[in-house]
């Protein structure tokens, strides 16, 4: 015998026996396992009613079950199928898998290692997992000590009725993930479409979690990809991670998302936990709509958690984008709905995004939406709308922040938004931003960036294409509870701003002797349109500085104080409020126009009136001076004048409190005011360009305005070329490149002084 034969036999020898019943194969499943596994395979399909014990002839290696194109369904009643791999890797390729409830796949570590990985690669018959006999009994399992991999790449649907698991089962380490895909696409083309769907028991769900809230890790990775096809998500699908943060999570379907109420806690979980972990990320897109259940959704959350040691900054909160390509996003209140992206205790608030990409597709948000970063160090986050139709928020909006300040929102789309229920940037260090920017905007509910106890108020903005209204139970807040200056309150549409007679507009200074009142500015019919401002509520910016002053500013085409208006501002030495209306001012008994009176002389009440309108007397506190006649402008510029022509190319207008000015009757001109003429009576007035008698057109809109093409030219009788929107993706990306941005530092705060205005979506005319 050759030297070399021996020692080939001597390591066969010593080598360890392989267990029958461990098989790498799929010949050797059909086979029976040596006899310790039964498997009735036919040429279609192939059913397996005992264990089959995964193990690679080799450390590291991977097992490939290939049944073909096979049905395979893992358990029969009254016998058990399983698949069990350890931690190793295996792959199983069919034309379907079943796991009936008496069977099983796994390939956990458990407690001493990692998970293994299993790959699903299917055909067409797709994924078919049934429920347990009882709540987390044979879960698809990839957990252990460091989640493994769970891969399923099918051509048809997927369907999960009961726990898949690829969590962390010690708190030493990280979760896993679970990435699954129903449906095929071929260089960006849909050759098979696939959806998937999730229910199963209360405490089931898909989940790739950290081992426990005090874990020192993260929550792992869970991808739900449609390619052609909707997901339906009804129980929990939670990523959630402890010191080290929540994980991520990504949704996308070519179709629809649906995202209902789970048995138990939360729908989408990526908080962070353990010593000020941070929350994770969650993104939901979809290709057509948005929407709940039966108009019911549960929990969203990517939360932050509190710090071991007190005073030490909290977890940030995560980011949460929603968006639909398609179609409108309508989620619901279920049992514990929210969305949240709340910061831990003096940390950060996160970022959260609700967006949908096709007009006039509408945005109705029932469930309470936040990103509140409190305690000393707290900053609110940033809360997001991009809408292509109307909006509506019924449970409110929460960005308050502690001693970094409130954070922002910016609310932003074609149609109306709607809000009821509190629309919160409030900080004890200051005031956050709010800013709406729409086709027309609702308050029926608090509107607040106040600042607290020390701190300035914030601001408020609103830009809007049509209607303004504040209802009756409307606030807008941006007032400074103690020792500060109120903030900035800026109101202007399109059409009529309607304050209701219970309504407030609060940018009060500070209770503290030597606090501003703050600024307040209110436009309808802006920049030329015909907008009135009807004001029956409560309006006011009242402080007590020798120095800084209060001011108002209201224009309109109609200006219309009701019997239980008032505008006040007095209180500052040098505080004004500022009137012009277009057309004419309209003051009720009753109602008060109310100014610092008998301080400095700058501290007035002013009004510009068109030439010929009625100057009210009555309301105003100091009264107005009676006009006198001087010339405005021209080589005889505050002269005495009885006509235009006493003013050597000027206008005899009235100095002092009330200005009264001519009509402009072309564009650029000045010292003069834009004419309101009435849209729909067949007769272009300045500044119409068209008027079609109350018919819009292609080349005539509502407001008695030509559009504008891309080319900038206007149209005549030809409809515009509006440039078309580009079509949806054939299937949306896994990740967004605008993924909201997590904010790690307070934002600024807003100087009421120097806060910008918000620009229009178009730019405007010139203005006369």
């Known amino acids: 015998m050759s030297r070399w034969l021996l020692v080939a036999l001597l390591v066969v020898g010593l080598a360890p026996a392989r267990d029958a019943a461990a098989v790498c194969t799929a010949a050797e499943v059909m086979a029976g396992c040596g006899g310790s596994c039964t498997a009735n395979c036919t040429a279609t399909a192939c059913t397996i009613t005992r264990t089959v014990s995964v193990t690679p002839p080799v450390a590291g290696g991977v097992c490939t079950f290939d049944f073909g194109t096979r049905e395979v369904t893992l358990g029969q009643p009254g016998a058990n199928g399983n698949f069990i791999g350890g931690s190793n890797a295996f792959e199983i390729r069919a034309g379907k898998l079943t796991i009936l409830s008496t069977g099983r796949l796994s390939a956990s570590g458990g407690t001493s290692a990692p998970g293994g990985m299993i790959t699903l690669t299917l055909g067409s018959g797709g994924l078919d997992v049934g429920p347990a006999t009882s709540a987390r009994v044979n879960p698809v399992d990839v957990s252990g000590a460091g989640g493994g991999t769970l891969i399923v790449e099918s051509d048809g649907d997927v369907s999960l009725g009961r726990l898949v698991l690829a969590s962390a089962r010690t708190t030493s380490t990280s979760a896993g993930k679970i990435m699954l895909t129903a449906g095929r696409q071929v260089s960006n083309v849909v050759v098979a479409s696939g959806s998937i769907t999730l229910r199963g028991a209360a405490g089931e769900g898909l989940r790739a979690e950290a081992s426990s809230s005090s874990s020192s890790k993260a929550g792992g990775t869970i991808s739900l990809t449609a390619n052609g096809g909707s997901i339906d998500i009804e129980n929990t699908v939670s990523v959630f991670g402890g010191t080290f943060g929540g994980g991520s999570m990504d949704l996308t379907a070519d179709n629809d998302v649906i995202l209902g109420v789970p048995p138990a806690g939360a729908l989408l979980s990526a908080d962070g936990f353990g010593d000020a972990g941070s929350g994770g990320t969650i993104s939901v897109l979809a290709g057509g709509k948005v929407s709940g259940s039966a108009g019911l959704t549960g929990a969203i959350t990517a939360v932050g958690h509190s710090a071991a040691l007190a005073g030490d900054p909290g977890g940030l909160g995560g980011t949460i984008s929603v968006e639909a390509q ?88 074609l149609g109306t938004i709607s809000t009821a229920g509190a629309v919160r940037a409030d900080g004890s260090g200051g005031g956050g931003c709010i800013s709406f920017c729409a086709g027309g905007l609702a308050i029926n509910g608090a509107v607040s960036v106040v600042g607290s106890p020390n701190a300035p108020g914030g601001g408020v903005m609103a ?140 501290s007035r009440n002013r009004v510009t009136l068109p030439i010929g309108a009625t100057v009210p007397a009555a309301g105003f506190s100091p009264p107005l001076a009676p006009p006198s006649a001087i010339c405005v402008g021209g080589t005889g510029a505050g002269q005495p004048c009885s006509v235009d022509g006493d003013c050597g190319g000027g206008t005899c207008g009235a100095p002092g409190d009330v200005l009264l000015l001519p009509f402009c009757t072309a564009v650029g001109q000045l010292a003069c005011l834009t004419p309101c003429p009435v849209c729909g009576n067949q007769l272009i007035e300045f500044p119409e360009t068209c008027d079609t008698g109350g018919h819009p057109d292609a080349c005539c809109n509502a407001t008695c305005r030509t559009p504008f093409c891309n080319d900038l030219d206007a149209c005549t009788t030809d409809a515009c070329p509006w440039r078309p929107r580009p079509p949806p993706r054939s299937r949306p990306p896994r990740r967004r490149s605008r993924q909201p941005r997590r904010p790690r530092r307070r934002p600024p705060p807003l100087s009421r002084r120097s806060a910008p205005r918000p620009s229009h979506r178009r730019p405007p005319p010139p203005r006369p």
């Open 326 to 413: 398609t179609g409108p996003v309508t989620l619901g209140p279920g049992s514990n709905g929210k969305i949240a992206a709340d910061g831990g205790p003096d940390g950060c608030g996160g970022a959260i995004t609700i967006s949908n990409d096709t007009a006039p597709a509408e945005i109705t948000i029932g469930v309470p939406v936040s990103a509140t970063g409190v305690g000393l160090d707290g900053a609110g986050g940033t809360v997001c709308l991009d809408g292509q139709g109307p909006a509506s928020f019924t449970q409110g909006i929460d960005v308050s922040g502690g001693g970094s300040g409130g954070g922002s929102l910016d609310l932003a789309t």
């Open 463 to 602: 830009i809007a294409d049509g209607a303004v209204a504040l209802s009756g139970s409307g606030l807008v807040d941006a007032s400074s509870t103690g020792d500060n200056s109120g903030g900035c309150v800026d109101l202007e549409g399109g059409g009529d701003l309607t304050i209701a007679p219970t309504a407030v507009i609060d940018a009060d200074g500070g209770a503290v002797t030597g606090n501003a009142g703050g600024l307040i500015c209110l436009v309808s019919g802006t920049p030329d349109l015909p907008g009135d401002l009807i004001v029956n509520g409560k309006v006011h910016a009242k402080g007590s500085s020798p120095t800084v002053s209060a001011l108002a500013s209201l224009e309109g085409c109609t200006i219309h104080f009701g019997p239980t208006a008032a505008l006040d501002t007095s209180g500052d030495r040098q505080a004004r409020n500022t009137l012009r209306a277009r057309r004419a001012l309209v003051v009720d008994p009753g109602a008060q126009i109310k100014t610092t009176d008998g301080g400095d002389p700058r």
